[in-house]
């Protein structure tokens, strides 16, 4: 039987198989889900072993806002020897086919946590064997195909192969970032991530620059302002709470306590260079031009935060955002749909993409931006 393996985080096994259900249904494929509960591994049984291929060509792995990274499967699950488990897998594989990367994998529980320990020891000698077969050549790596070996215990393991071009450069989908000891908070990774997630490497000279202004609505105690102050953006950070004083001394921030929802980004700023410069009778309109960058990470229903987004983008407040929306209910992957479709029709003109992230927990993020073309960008 040919399947497709998704990871997802584990909990979300429903809205990560309601999804690739309906969008492989686009593609005319079709099949049964089986879920285990938890495991954050979702398989996807096709009635047609050839379409396995039809979906990891023509469905973009950045389209399943619940899958973190996915596989075709070459094999069902083996029983491996308890000695020889690197020649089994290797004979299992023949020489048909060549990789150009392999990932040893494990479901994302405390279990497979303790078996990866295991799978990186594998992973040597299995290399090893690999190459010596040519099976895998570590060329082309963006273009060829990537082996994944999905271990469930030290004596069972599923194969299977993703595009270079559409998966994770991660294993199981999972960047692992560290956390900066200056930032204020933990949620700051959120943002990293989204970062590195959204905004493709040569494009990051442009669109994340130094100099850049944003606004940080939700920002207390600090994490998404530190992301921003470290790219070298001018920030102001909206929150009645307070900032931490090490964001504030490094002269990039400005602290408004005033409600997310209510803040106008140009308003304010004027009447706030009234009452700090108490010169009532003349002043100088700050620059107009749109603040480069929207980040919001406030704790509210995310049909608001959608409308609120959608108002910053019809008034051209803002050329990106980057916000988090909160998905407490039961039917996450229903709303998120409405969400987005409210999206799609309200902002015509703009490019969105949505993703749960490594670091989110009850929350997707998502990006907005105009549909414009590079060179006029900045
Ligand atoms: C999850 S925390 C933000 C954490 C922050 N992103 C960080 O990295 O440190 C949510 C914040 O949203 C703020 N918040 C909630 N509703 C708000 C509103 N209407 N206006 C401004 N801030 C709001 C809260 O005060 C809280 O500090």
Redesign the pocket.
């Given at each position: 039987m040919t399947s497709i393996v998704l990871y997802c985080r584990p909990g979300f096994e429903k809205e990560c198989g309601a999804e690739i259900q309906e969008k492989a249904a686009w593609l005319e494929a079709f099949g049964y889900l089986q879920i285990a509960k938890n495991e954050g591994i979702v398989f996807y049984h096709l009635n047609n072993p050839e379409d396995g291929e039809k979906i990891m060509a023509k469905l973009p792995l950045k389209r399943l806002i619940f899958t973190r990274q996915w596989f075709v499967t070459l094999t069902d699950k083996i029983a491996l020897p308890d000695y020889n488990r690197v020649e089994a897998i290797v004979e299992e594989l023949g020489s048909e086919w060549q990789y150009a990367d392999l990932r040893m994998e494990t479901p994302d529980t405390n279990d497979g946590k303790a078996l990866s320990k295991f799978c990186r020891k594998l992973a040597v000698p299995l290399r090893q064997a690999l190459r010596k077969k040519k099976v895998l050549t570590e060329k082309n790596q963006h273009e060829g195909a990537v082996l994944h070996a999905l271990f469930f215990s030290g004596t069972e393991v599923i194969l299977g192969y993703s595009l270079g071009n559409n998966t994770s450069p991660h294993v199981m989908g999972i960047p692992r970032l560290k956390f900066p000891s200056a930032s204020?908070?933990r949620?700051?990774l959120k943002l990293d991530e989204a970062f590195l997630y959204f905004i493709p490497k040569e494009e990051r000279e442009y669109r994340l620059c130094s100099g850049m202004k944003a606004v940080d609505?939700?920002?207390?105690?600090?994490?998404?302002t530190y992301q921003l102050v470290r790219r070298g953006m001018m920030v102001t950070s909206?929150?009645?709470?307070p900032m931490a004083e090490s964001l504030m001394e490094t002269g990039q921030v400005k602290h408004r306590m005033v409600?997310?929802?209510k803040y106008e980004p140009i308003k304010h700023e004027i009447y706030w260079l009234v009452r700090e410069t108490k010169k009532r009778e003349k002043v100088n309109i700050p620059d107009q031009t749109p603040v480069d960058w929207l980040v919001c990470?406030?704790?509210?229903k995310p049909q608001r935060v959608v409308d609120l987004i959608i108002h910053w983008f019809t008034q051209g407040y803002c050329r990106e955002a980057i916000v988090n929306l909160k998905l407490p209910m039961a039917k996450k992957y229903d709303t998120v749909k409405g969400l987005l479709d409210k999206l799609k029709d309200a902002l015509p003109n703009c490019y969105y993409e949505a993703k749960h992230l490594y670091y989110d927990r009850d929350e997707i993020t998502l990006l907005v931006k105009y549909k414009v073309h590079r060179d006029n960008q900045r």
């Open positions: 204020p908070s949620s700051t609505l939700g920002a207390a105690p600090g994490g998404w909206i929150d009645n709470g409600d997310g929802f990470d406030m704790i509210e």
